[in-house]
């Protein structure tokens, strides 16, 4: 499966973006996803999985509250949609997929499962 993120942008602290990642290639209905973050010269990070279903969807301590992993399976699309964005949430948002659980999405490392190209979200104070 090929993954595309989108959405990223520049947006004041407590403002919204949603970020969207397009799956092609395989049946994404078939994949648990989730969402990693990586901020400048520190490691990728865990934010968000959700299960092939929708029915289990795990969150990062920092963004619970105010981050919601949704995905739409007839339109193979992933989402995020970000709130009460804080300028410690800038980073590069990378969309991912396995075929195992979503818990295992929150342990997927960089050379396992599919990854999107990510996108940039800069949250300015």
């Known amino acids: 499966v090929q993954l595309q993120a989108s959405g990223g942008g520049l947006v004041q602290a407590g403002g919204s973006l949603r970020l969207s990642c397009a799956a092609s290639?395989?049946?994404?209905?078939?994949?648990?996803a989730g969402w990693f973050r990586q901020a400048p010269e520190k490691e990728r990070e865990f934010v968000a999985a959700?299960?092939?279903?929708?029915?289990?969807?795990y969150y990062a301590d920092s963004v619970r509250g105010r981050f919601t992993v949704s995905r739409d399976n007839s339109k193979n699309t992933l989402y995020l949609q970000m709130n009460g964005l804080k300028p410690e949430d800038t980073a590069v948002y990378y969309c991912?997929?396995?075929?195992?659980?979503?818990?295992?999405?929150?342990?997927?490392?960089?050379?396992?499962?599919?990854w999107g190209q990510g996108t940039l979200v800069t949250v300015s104070s």
């Open positions: 959700i299960a092939r279903s929708s029915s289990i969807k």
């Open positions: 991912a997929a396995d075929t195992n659980s979503a818990g295992d999405i929150r342990r997927l490392g960089p050379a396992r499962g599919y």
């Open positions: 290639g395989r049946a994404f209905s078939g994949y648990a």
